[in-house]
């Protein structure tokens, strides 16, 4: 089985199965709430809520087939011991003067264990969905991700959350050089900048899809929803 996609129908071997994971990138309130990190830079939320019901479709597919999940959450130690000069500097510089462990009706920004720093409420993982908690913008650096994949057996990711440009975009990337398959579903998806998320969906797509594929919600879904569930997920009967 497979999802109509670009630039090729996804997966490229046709096998949908559990060895697909799907990543849900940095869905935190910092990025999707009022008064968030996001918030004090100057973007509006309105674009980073609008994947959300399609995140949760998603998300209800993947659980009913028992595939594996994975959430991420960007932030940083609160003695600020793992975020660069030039990252701290940067994180300020716009209107508000507010960056990166400045306080916020949220808590810190980007802090972890912060509530600005948490999953929001309604895409909150279940037991047994890991969150990678990461210090920068791919999932893959300095974090354990690369092991979890493997030992869940994993090849292929469906990749959505935010920001398209940057840490999903970054997150990609590494998954392909790491040789695993990636699609990246439009709608589940959201930059700040309109123009710079459809370029990076643009991007994955060229070379014959050089980081992967790009799909549509509803392509993505109808598939899922075509899987019964302990078809392809690995699963035996007991010996009797």
Not at 134 to 158: E, N, Q, Y
Not at 201 to 221: K, L, R, Y
């Amino acid at each position: 089985m497979d999802i109509p996609a670009e630039p090729y129908r996804w997966p490229h071997d046709r096998d949908l199965s559990h060895t697909t994971a799907l990543v849900v990138i940095d869905m935190q309130n910092d990025f999707c709430s009022p008064g968030g990190y996001l918030d004090h830079q100057g973007y509006p939320l309105e674009p980073m809520r609008a994947p959300i019901p399609h995140i949760a479709r998603l998300l209800s597919e993947f659980r009913r087939l028992g595939w594996p999940v994975f959430h991420t959450r960007e932030g940083h130690r609160a003695d600020l011991s793992d975020v660069s000069p030039r990252e701290l500097f940067r994180s300020r510089n716009n209107t508000s003067g507010l960056g990166i462990g400045d306080a916020g009706p949220l808590g810190r920004l980007l802090i972890r264990g912060e509530k600005g720093h948490d999953i929001i409420p309604e895409l909150y993982p279940i037991a047994g969905e890991p969150i990678i908690d990461k210090p920068g913008r791919s999932a893959f650096t300095h974090t354990d991700f690369d092991l979890l994949l493997k030992i869940k057996g994993v090849k292929k990711l469906v990749i959505v959350g935010v920001t398209t440009d940057v840490c999903v975009h970054t997150t990609m990337r590494d998954a392909d050089d790491r040789g695993l398959e990636c699609l990246l579903v439009k709608e589940g998806c959201a930059a700040a900048v309109q123009k710079l998320g459809e370029a990076a969906a643009e991007m994955v797509a060229c070379e014959g899809g050089i980081f992967g594929a790009v799909a549509g919600v509803e392509d993505v879904v109808k598939a899922l929803e075509g899987v019964a569930v302990g078809v392809g997920t690995g699963a035996v009967d007991a010996c009797t």
